[in-house]
């Protein structure tokens, strides 16, 4: 049984279907990337999966329990957890205190009045550690809101890493970011393959062809392929519906 | 430029100047002085209140007199049911209070910003004009007060000082609890709620439960300060909820600075010092209070409190 597994999943804006009765099977443990070109649905879907955002009917199954209908921070809490294309922090926290937060949401309840949590040294040792594994332990008492744009991408991954997700979906996680900063990315999604079954959204071949277990191919809302980095290389349907277009440009 | 190092050290000063005050006006003369500065009090703990949710939660309720209406009339129902007891009144006062804030909270919740205003504030209405109607206790004229509640049976409450010293007591309390939750696991849900909702959401926590038990503290905490007003001004009406004053509170605190808690301490003093001084000028002192309140709020972002800091 796959760890993720997504049956005719649809969604539509109007007229226009963004997820148009897709499948999608994730092996646990694999780093399965999902391409596709600009207004393909990506984002639509994580979102869908998420729980971010609604479907129009189907099923998204996790370790075989049905999610739909379940609020995102419910699936968070079963494993499921993403980051998000746009940058979404807390602006006015500092990096660390973002980080501690998605330690806290999973170490007891936070229905705590009294004692103060900028004390609490288990979830500031944990948060620092994952700002340290992205390689922005040294901005941990900067303000969110100050950090440069590719240091916010590192603290976006750091925050969903803080959550401790079985799947984790990475809507473009190097967006934006420079050379060494995408480096460093693509460095700690390698160390993650295995321990966490990732499904990657992203537009650089490069790190996808690199990092990549198993490709899928969107296009209007639909998987054209599924197959190694090799078959999906070869295909002459993405070639022409992707790839094609990319080297065209 | 800081002139006061931290707001510990503010808080010091404020609570202490506010403990000997009435020492000053023995020495003045002027018995008045203590009760203004105990109205002030009550105010500073509904508008202490109020930054609870406003500024830490995002949440502008509208609609805050309403539980200053509630914990007034629970010291007015229970006076006249022969209940008397200070203790007794507060507990009313804050199970009300609760249920109250539980329901309209709940149902407000679901809107935002603008929304958010006006459902807070059409609860509001429609608490005030339930008490209206109440005519057994006086309707639209309310009613006054045989005497004041007491504490453990004795009546030291009738002494205006005494009253003054328990509503200070209440605030330097319920300001050290709301500086402990602001700084707690559930402060820190709560304000990374106001910060960006769907980012919480997306690391494990629902905000809803956590803005509406916050709604819920701070109703309660603005109940108390109602059964102290009633106990202070010995007359209860629906006046008490009026949509005015749920403004005047917003005012108190967006004048001190959004999101200190102290600064809602010092909005409701200097606001109310204002109101006492400005009317002796003139009929018109709301004019005046406005165009301050332009000034205070166009040059610095945080309110009095950002005074003292300097402009950022
Ligand atoms: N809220 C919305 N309302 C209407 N249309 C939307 C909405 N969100 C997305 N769309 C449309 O759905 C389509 C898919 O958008 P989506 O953001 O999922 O694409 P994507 O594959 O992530 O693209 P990109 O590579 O640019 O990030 C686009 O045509 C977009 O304009
Ligand atoms: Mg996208």
Redesign the pocket.
């Known amino acids: 049984m796959s760890l993720l597994e997504v049956r005719n999943l649809r969604k539509s804006?109007g007229a226009?279907k963004?997820t148009d009765d897709l499948d999608l099977s994730v092996e646990e443990g694999e780093l399965h990337a999902i391409i596709?070109?600009?207004?393909?649905?990506?984002?639509?879907?994580i979102a869908q999966l998420s729980g971010q955002s609604g479907s129009d009917g189907g099923s998204v199954r996790f370790d075989g329990t049905e999610m739909m209908g379940r609020a995102m921070h419910r699936r968070v809490r079963a494993g499921m957890s993403r980051s998000f294309?746009i940058t979404s922090i807390l602006p006015g926290f500092t990096a660390l205190e973002n980080v501690a937060s998605a330690v806290q949401a999973r170490s007891g309840s936070s229905f705590r009045f009294f004692s103060p949590v900028a004390e609490e040294s288990a979830l500031n040792d944990q948060a620092l550690a994952a700002l340290d594994r992205v390689g922005i332990a040294d901005r941990a008492f900067f303000n969110a809101g100050s950090l440069s744009h590719g240091e916010k991408r590192q603290l976006e991954l750091a925050i969903a890493l803080a959550t401790r997700p079985r799947l984790l979906l990475l809507d473009?996680p190097l967006a934006g970011t420079s050379g060494a900063e995408a480096d460093r990315l693509v460095e700690v999604m390698r160390g993650l393959k295995g321990a966490v079954t990732l499904v990657l959204i992203e537009?650089d071949m490069d790190a996808v062809f690199a990092l990549a277990d198993r490709i899928s191919v969107?296009v209007y809302g639909r998987i054209i392929a599924t197959g190694t980095p090799d078959q999906i290389r070869d295909d002459p349907q993405v070639r022409a519906a992707y790839l094609g277009e990319e080297e065209g440009t | 430029m800081r002139l006061i190092p931290n707001r510990a050290w503010a808080a010091t000063i404020l609570f202490t100047a506010f403990a000997v005050l009435p020492f000053l006006a023995v020495a003045l003369d002027d018995s008045y002085l203590v009760v203004i500065a105990s109205r002030i009090l009550c105010y500073a703990i509904a508008a202490l209140a109020l930054d609870l949710i406003l500024g830490y939660g995002g949440m502008v309720s509208f609609g805050h007199a309403a539980y200053l209406g509630i914990g007034a009339y629970a010291v007015a129902i229970l006076s006249r049911a022969g209940i008397t007891d200070l203790g007794l009144h507060m507990l009313a006062a804050i199970a009300a209070a609760a249920v109250f804030a539980l329901v309209t909270g709940a149902i407000s919740l679901r809107t935002r910003g603008i929304y958010f205003i006006m459902i807070t504030l059409a609860f509001a209405q429609m608490a005030y004009f339930f008490f209206v109607s109440l005519s057994a206790y006086g309707g639209d004229d309310g009613v006054t007060l045989n005497a004041r509640s007491t504490l453990f049976g004795q009546t030291i409450l009738e002494d205006d000082t005494a009253l003054y010293y328990t509503v200070l007591v209440l605030l330097i309390g319920l300001y050290l609890l709301a500086v402990a939750i602001t700084r707690s696991r559930f402060g820190r849900v709560l304000t990374g709620a106001r910060e960006n909702p769907v980012r919480m959401q997306a690391i494990g926590f629902s905000p809803f439960r956590y803005q509406l038990t916050a709604f819920i503290i701070s109703g309660c905490m603005t109940a108390i300060a109602g059964v102290m007003l009633a106990n202070q001004t010995s007359y209860v009406s629906p006046a008490f909820m009026n949509w005015h004053r749920s403004g005047e509170l917003v005012v108190m605190v967006v004048f001190g600075g959004i999101g200190n808690l102290l600064g809602a301490v010092a909005g409701a003093t200097i606001a109310l010092l204002l109101e006492e001084w400005l009317a002796v000028l003139t009929e018109h002192w709301p004019l005046l209070f406005g165009l301050i309140l332009v000034l205070v709020v166009l040059y610095s972002r945080d309110g009095l409190s950002g005074l003292f800091r300097g402009r950022r």
């Open positions: 804006y226009l963004v596709g070109p600009n207004g393909a649905g990506k984002s639509t879907l294309q473009e537009h969107l």
